[in-house]
């Protein structure tokens, strides 16, 4: 219970991150996002076109484009990911509907920030992921895809999506606000890829003294792994040597939990890992 409480809390610090980030290092210079809230930016933009007037804000309209994309995620993915998804997207909304609109950009170079949002934007919507929900859109729709097709993540599907928005930006404005554009969406998508635990591969290999580690890893993440008998050069002392392959929010749960089974545990750990065969994307419980 107490996890759960925490990781609805940091789902909700995930979406207010990516408000921030949006709010004061984006919408300031004009910028178009690779994204739903892209999106949400071109239909403000029209409405402002067509009425004359300030338009409705970008958070509302974000809420509601997320409305029948949440119901996928109810269907297709858990309740419990569509539960922190809606509470990570209401907050995200909520937060950057309530941040002052910011005339005159922070810094006066774009590329700076171009970076510092994408870092800032990025990291907060792969910080709601690696907790268990997103800020819906195509997040939703990248976790979807992503479970179905093992060479798709959720930054490249963003990426496609990105094509209708920056071809808006291009023929509405001027080149300069394109080219930025694509900047922080490529800085954007890179950050939330790496920030996304379940997007990074991790090779394990453990030695141990109990069995029961192999049967327990191989039951808990419902991972295949291999399982030779070794014997040290020096002690002579037999041991379990298991090779395992896991998504890195995986193997960071698994290793708190194996070290306090076997205190005498020793694991190596390489990331980068690139997998040739059946490694099924397990992105929530």
Not at 72 to 97: D, P
Request: aromatic letters at 14%.
């Amino acid at each position: 219970m107490k996890k759960e409480i925490k990781d609805y809390i940091l789902c909700i610090s995930g979406g207010i991150i990516y408000a921030f980030g949006i709010s004061f290092f984006v919408f300031p210079m004009g910028l178009f996002i690779g994204n739903i809230t892209g999106i949400a930016q071109i239909i403000n933009d029209i409405v402002r076109s067509l009425t004359h007037t300030e338009g409705i804000s970008t958070g509302i309209i974000l809420l509601f484009l997320n409305l029948p994309l949440m119901f996928l995620s109810y269907r297709v993915i858990n309740r419990k990911f569509f539960i922190k998804t809606v509470i990570t997207v209401i907050a995200q909304s909520v937060a950057m509907a309530s941040f002052p609109v910011i005339d005159k950009p922070l810094f006066n170079d774009p590329l700076t920030l171009c970076i510092i949002g994408g870092v800032i934007a990025g990291f907060g919507s792969g910080f709601s992921l690696r907790h268990g929900g997103c800020g819906g859109g195509l997040d939703i729709l990248g976790v979807y895809i992503s479970l179905k097709k093992k060479n798709f993540s959720v930054g490249k599907v963003s990426l496609f999506v990105s094509f209708a928005v920056f071809l808006f930006a291009i023929m509405k404005y001027n080149v300069q606000i394109f080219a930025y554009s694509i900047i922080f969406t490529l800085i954007y998508t890179f950050v939330l890829d790496n920030s996304h635990f379940q997007n990074v591969k991790i090779a394990s290999l453990i030695v141990t003294k109990k069995p029961e580690i192999g049967r327990y890893i191989n039951n808990t993440v419902k991972r295949g792994i291999t399982v030779w008998k070794g014997k040290g050069v020096y002690s002579e002392n037999e041991n379990y040597i298991i090779l395992a392959v896991l998504n890195k929010y995986e193997f960071l749960n698994l290793k708190k939990i194996l070290e306090k089974m076997d205190p005498e545990i020793f694991m190596i750990d390489w990331g980068g890992t690139n997998v040739t065969g059946n490694f099924k994307t397990q992105l929530f419980d």
